[in-house]
């Protein structure tokens, strides 16, 4: 007995990518800018001494890592000022 099959149909280029300018819009989509980069709101020195008594703290609780959840906390802790737009965040 032989069996034969067709090849399975191959969907056209457009029902797999919508439009040419559907692709050159996700092309162009794809450049992401993130801007100048800003001076931090405190020092050098600062950012150290902070980062210093937080690793005190953690070896005091014999504690490996933290995780900072709250807004308060990654701004103190990195200077990284975010806007919650439905996302979490976490700095560890």
Request: glycine share 6%; hydrophobic share 40%.
């Amino acid at each position: 007995m032989t069996l034969t099959t067709a090849a399975p149909a191959q969907p056209s280029q457009q029902s797999l990518h919508g439009s040419a300018r559907d692709l050159a819009e996700l092309e162009r989509l794809k450049v992401l800018h993130n801007g100048e980069k800003l001076a931090l709101t405190f020092s050098d020195a600062e950012f150290e001494r902070r980062l210093a008594g937080l690793r005190d703290i953690m070896a005091e609780k014999q504690l490996d890592a933290v995780v900072l959840t709250s807004y308060q906390g990654i701004k103190y802790y990195s200077d990284f000022l975010f806007t919650y737009f439905g996302r979490s965040y976490a700095l560890v």
